[in-house]
């Protein structure tokens, strides 16, 4: 069963404590992505990365982290240096950066909810 | 700055009616336009993508439309299902940085 996977589906965090966001792929996708979506708002992008242990800032990626050392994991940790963290995270992955044709596919999304 | 804009923010319709969706785009230089379906509390699933060249692209009931030279787009839903309430999402690559941009999405409740 090929796909893009996230877990948790919902994490509940105290303000202060850093929570790390799972996001696996079997579809042998060299880039991964990590979205941000706030009700009314597009989807902004936190971090992604083209290829294994390399990675990129995106638009708002103050107060996250990642990792990326294996081409089918790539973990988002919300730190407490987040202001505010309360959001609905989506992991995307693509075949490659290349070729403007190449579709991103979703993974189903945490939400998390800062106490 | 790139923008997408799409309108309206919500719509509400009864089933077996037909509804469209615009968007409007400022990403430059123009890659791809795509529009995504995402149902509540789940990721983004891809509907249509087309390129400049392509002006019109169907997908079952779902038609999506492209006017390169305005930058608008819409997507046509004909015959909505209930299975349509969801929340449309058109999505904008650029040329340059290979980066997308995301509208902030229609969010369609289709009512029996």
């Known amino acids: 069963d090929g796909g893009i996977t996230q877990s948790p589906k919902y994490l509940f965090r105290k303000e202060g404590q850093n929570v790390t966001l799972s996001c696996e792929q079997n579809?042998?996708?060299?880039?991964m992505y990590w979205y941000r979506q706030d009700p009314g708002q597009g989807l902004r992008l936190i971090y992604y990365?083209?290829?294994?242990?390399?990675?990129q800032k995106g638009d708002i990626a103050e107060g996250y982290s990642v990792s990326r050392e294996k081409k089918e994991s790539f973990p988002l940790t919300v730190t407490s240096a987040q202001k505010n963290p309360t959001a609905f995270y989506l992991c995307?992955?693509?075949?490659?950066?290349?070729?403007?044709?190449?579709?991103?596919?979703f993974g189903p999304g945490t939400r998390l909810t800062v106490l | 700055k790139n923008q997408v804009e799409q309108s309206p923010q919500s719509l509400i319709i009864l089933e077996g009616k037909n509804c469209t969706l615009q968007?409007?785009?400022?990403?430059?230089?123009?890659?791809?336009l795509r529009w995504y379906k995402q149902d509540t509390g789940r990721g983004p699933v891809s509907l249509t993508i087309?390129?400049?060249?392509?002006n019109t692209k169907s997908n079952g009931r779902y038609t999506a439309t492209l006017d390169a030279d305005t930058k608008q787009s819409s997507l046509h839903i004909t015959a909505s299902q209930l299975s349509d309430s969801a929340s449309y999402i058109c999505?904008?690559?650029?040329?340059?940085?290979?980066?997308?941009?995301f509208g902030g999405g229609t969010r369609l409740m289709v009512k029996p």
């Open positions: 995307a992955s693509q075949i490659s950066t290349s070729g403007g044709g190449n579709e991103q596919f």
């Open positions: 579809l042998n996708h060299d880039a």
């Open positions: 990365s083209q290829i294994v242990n390399d990675f």
């Open positions: 968007c409007n785009y400022t990403v430059s230089p123009f890659s791809n």
């Open positions: 087309m390129t400049f060249s392509e």
């Open positions: 999505v904008v690559k650029d040329n340059a940085g290979n980066m997308l941009t």
